[in-house]
């Protein structure tokens, strides 16, 4: 790997291990390209993290890398192994509401080596994957999480993630179209 990773790294990476989930690689697709539309939400330095981890984000679901289950923790310790840098570990490990998810599964202890960035970019990542259908269609937010709720059975851990995490993931949406508004036009 490259000293210093790029978005390019970033996609074929992605590629390699999320284009045979078939849909899946439509949607993260779908998802770096609305990081794109993002960017101006989010200081230059950001950008190339913001990208790289939009295209890295759901990586945890490919079986030869999944060893908890819970794939943004399985994603951020893959990229942690290949030696990708911390801002981008770390968003993949923290993306749409991961703590929420990690509580409800005993995983928290494991996603806490893994600091949540703060700032613009992982708001901007929340909303590039959570504007973005399963399929890579462009949803609003409360189309996309009714439609993670209909997937799930309200007994299952990620029915209950979505149910806790919606209004503090609604917020980050919130604020990156607050930072889109604010940028001259």
């Not at 790997?1 to 978005?7: L, N, V």
């Not at 390209?33 to 945890?60: N, Y």
């Amino acid at each position: 790997m490259p000293d210093e990773p790029s978005p390019a790294d970033a996609a074929k990476l992605a590629r390699g291990l999320v284009e045979p989930l078939g849909d899946r690689w439509a949607h993260v697709q779908a998802v770096a390209a609305r990081a794109a539309e993002l960017l101006p939400a989010v200081s230059p330095p950001d950008r190339d993290p913001l990208i790289s981890a939009a295209w890295l984000h759901d990586i945890g679901y490919a079986p030869e890398i999944g060893a908890t289950g819970f794939h943004p923790l399985d994603g951020a310790r893959h990229l942690r192994h290949l030696g990708w840098p911390d801002v981008v570990v770390n968003l993949v490990a923290h993306h749409s509401g991961a703590r929420f998810e990690a509580a409800e599964r005993g995983l928290t202890p494991e996603l806490a080596a893994f600091p949540v960035p703060a700032g613009s970019c992982l708001d901007a990542l929340v909303t590039a994957d959570l504007t973005t259908g399963p399929r890579g269609d462009r949803l609003g937010f409360a189309e996309r999480i009714a439609e993670i709720l209909e997937r799930y059975p309200a007994d299952h851990p990620v029915h209950r993630t979505w149910t806790k995490a919606a209004p503090v993931l609604r917020e980050s949406v919130k604020r990156t179209e607050e930072r889109l508004a604010a940028q001259p036009r």
